[in-house]
């Protein structure tokens, strides 16, 4: 049982290239979500999607882009990287309970991105 | 916007310990409660919650939490802590219900150290 898979696990980037995080999860979750966490400062949502096809900015959005096609699949992708980006990235993904309420996140491993 | 205050950074024990790790929160509605750990190399995992009715609720490895609506708080206790709880702690906040679709806001995380 696979759960969430997040690819790559280490990366470095130069300032102003691109790239794609990966994540997918083989639960059949509807719900899934794009967190960065900086030392210090918690978690924080960048984006999420309530279904393929829908997704919608969190709180720190600025500089990621998401795509959902599928159920399975919800890339991350940093088209300009700056050095503010340097953190590490988790994907997550959660059932859809009866009034929104949100049972429990499962949790990939983590992406730690350096730009440089 | 809603937040969420972990009270201590780091906290270091010694096995058989008692343990209490504050959180507190900013927001007047209805909420849903979250403790979250990273065990060392480990992915994020739901350690607890609270949804409705005790405010008294117990999760995996001996841990508790108490919901207290008065203070906004829902601090994490053990009454006796092992080595093998070194991680970090989030505690977590959603919205209940509406259309916050259970986003979660994390606290800035503790990180527990416990000696042998």
Known sequence: NAGVTQTPKFRILKIGQSMTLQCTQDM???YMYWYRQDPGMGLKLIYYSVGAGITDKGEV???YN???STTEDFPLRLELAAPSQ???YFCASSYEV????N???FFGSGT???VL | AQSVSQHNHHVILSEAASLELGCNYS???TVNLFWYVQYPGQHLQLLLKYFSGDPLVKGIKGFEAEFIKSKFSFNLRKPSVQWSDTAEYFCAVANAGGTSYGKLTFGQGTILTVHP
């Open chain 1, 28 to 30: 059949n979750h509807n």
């Open chain 1, 61 to 63: 959005p600025n500089g």
């Open chain 1, 66 to 68: 998401v795509s959902r």
């Open chain 1, 86 to 88: 340097t953190s590490v």
């Open chain 1, 98 to 101: 009866t009034g929104g309420y």
């Open chain 1, 103 to 105: 049972e429990k996140l």
């Open chain 1, 112 to 114: 730690q991105l350096s």
């Open chain 2, 27 to 29: 927001y007047g509605g």
